[in-house]
């Protein structure tokens, strides 16, 4: 039987218009994430972003390495979201990728077949299901989706396409093009400016075992009383935080929490899901260390809406120092080999479905 690609499918019918927020997503009852700054000083944050990138990001690079502190605060401040897309590709070193690499994305596209075809047609309606650009069966979204995955399955083959991957290029589709956001994924594995992310996504996800045991240790460090609770209850970081490693906060998180942590994630690294995760715990502490199995799981998966307000969250998580510790906890695991982690990391896809 030969098989179907998606270029074979016509689009589905268009969804009803239902009232969305100003991402895309439809809105639920109780989901109204906030507006932000007020239009004048959002202006204003604007105009300061365009003097310091340049048309096009061409004043970019020169102005890192002359102001990196300033850099550095705006960026944690959350990029204004009509120039998200060109810094996210400035700052993640991608715009240099495809000025090297003309024309390889339309060839992978295009003349190169991938083993993993039908895994991903299967899993894009399941990749923000409530956005109105990915809505439709086989539609542009859908479509430009499965482009930049069946791509990268067959530019990294070792790696291919697992599940979480639709999430990471499906954020970046929200804001750049096909070619853009195929050349910033590349960026994010193979490790254009930070370390390579493709070991969470390599057979027995190997990163996503470090990064876990290294967040647990941190967590029983930094609150020993929570991290006791935890291990009484038998509580793992496997059990609730495998997906804010491999989507980046990207799978259940609001939206615009979301972006101002990939924000950060893009210029300073995976150190920012650290401090994102150990501020939500050390937030929800009181409440969490009161709570049995059952209870904390599903609390671990369903933080209350005011833990998720990024000027609330994301300060906390500032000020947590990782950096040495984790440096440290890297070298200790490679030297060692797994350390102590209860159970393996099961279900993961499930957990994304």
């Not at 690609?5 to 439809?26: A, C, V």
């Not at 470090?210 to 509580?235: A, C, N, V, W």
Request: one cysteine or more; aromatic letters at 12%.
């Amino acid at each position: 039987m030969e098989k179907k690609r998606i270029d074979d499918y016509e689009p589905g019918p268009l969804p009803s218009p239902r009232k969305m927020d100003r991402f895309g997503f439809l809105k639920q009852e109780n989901n109204n994430p906030p507006d932000g700054l007020t239009k004048g000083r959002e202006e204003r944050r604007v105009r300061k972003w365009r003097k310091m990138i340049g048309v096009g990001g061409s004043d970019w690079k020169h102005y890192v390495r002359r102001k990196p502190h300033v850099v550095k605060r705006r960026i944690r401040k959350g990029i204004p979201d009509c120039l998200r897309g060109l810094v996210w590709q400035l700052i993640s070193g991608s715009r240099d990728l495809l000025l090297m690499n003309p024309g390889v994305y339309e060839q992978l596209v295009i003349y190169e077949t991938s083993a993993s075809e039908l895994d991903i047609i299967r899993d894009i309606s399941r990749t923000f299901p409530s956005h109105v650009f990915f809505q439709q069966r086989h539609g542009p979204g859908q479509r430009s989706l499965y482009n930049v995955l069946k791509a990268y399955s067959v530019y990294d083959r070792d790696v291919g396409y697992v599940q979480g991957m639709g999430f990471l290029a499906g954020l970046l589709l929200l804001y750049m093009s096909e070619e853009d956001a195929f050349w910033l994924l590349v960026a994010l594995l193979k490790g254009a400016v930070h370390a390579p992310m493709e070991g969470l996504y390599q057979v027995g996800l190997p990163l996503v075992q470090q990064y876990l045991s290294s967040f647990d240790r941190l967590m029983k460090e930094q609150m020993p009383k929570l991290g006791e609770h935890f291990t009484q209850e038998m509580i793992n970081p496997s059990m609730y935080a495998s997906q804010w490693f491999i989507t980046v906060f990207s799978y259940s998180f609001p939206f615009h929490l979301a972006l101002r942590i990939w924000d950060v994630f893009l210029y300073e690294g995976v150190k920012i899901v650290f401090k994102v995760g150990l501020a939500l715990l050390k937030y929800c502490h009181d409440d969490l260390v009161k709570l049995p199995f059952e209870k904390l799981i599903h609390a671990l998966r369903n933080f209350p809406e005011d833990a998720m307000d990024p000027d609330t969250l994301l300060p906390m998580a500032y000020v947590i120092k990782v950096s040495r510790r984790l440096e440290e906890l890297k070298q200790e695991y490679n030297k060692d080999g797994k350390l102590s982690l209860p159970t393996e990391i099961k279900g993961t896809e499930k957990q994304m479905q």
